[in-house]
């Protein structure tokens, strides 16, 4: 007898999904750092440079720790829907957006 078995998505790749469907909703660019502990910084695509100064930043522990950090207002829009989702998708009790001065 054959038996068919369905991989899961790991949370690093429910969130490399989630990170890029959103992004793309909001009109952000997203640039990923690292391997096994992910960055991801969120930009508004510019004419010239290719990429605005960062407006958010998310990483692989949000999904324990539900924490977003927030660079410009531009980005809480993706934020707040990103920390909805972390809430839903990955049972974090109460997501956090961290309002932070942009980083050096």
Do not use: C, N
Not at 6 to 34: C, F, I, M, P
Not at 95 to 103: M, N, S, V
Request: glycine share 8%; aromatic share 6%; charged share 35%.
């Amino acid at each position: 007898m054959v038996r068919v078995v369905r991989q899961e998505l790991s949370d690093d790749e429910r969130l490399d999904r989630l990170v890029a469907e959103l992004a793309r909703k909001h009109g952000l660019v997203v640039e990923r750092t690292g391997w096994s502990r992910k960055t991801y910084d969120l930009h508004f695509p510019e004419r010239e440079t290719g990429r605005s100064p960062i407006v958010a930043r998310v990483e692989t522990l949000s999904t324990i720790s539900g924490e977003i950090r927030v660079f410009d207002d531009r980005g809480l829009p993706f934020a707040e829907e990103l920390g909805g989702e972390l809430e839903r998708s990955f049972g974090v009790k109460e997501a956090t957006i961290l309002r932070l001065p942009p980083p050096v």
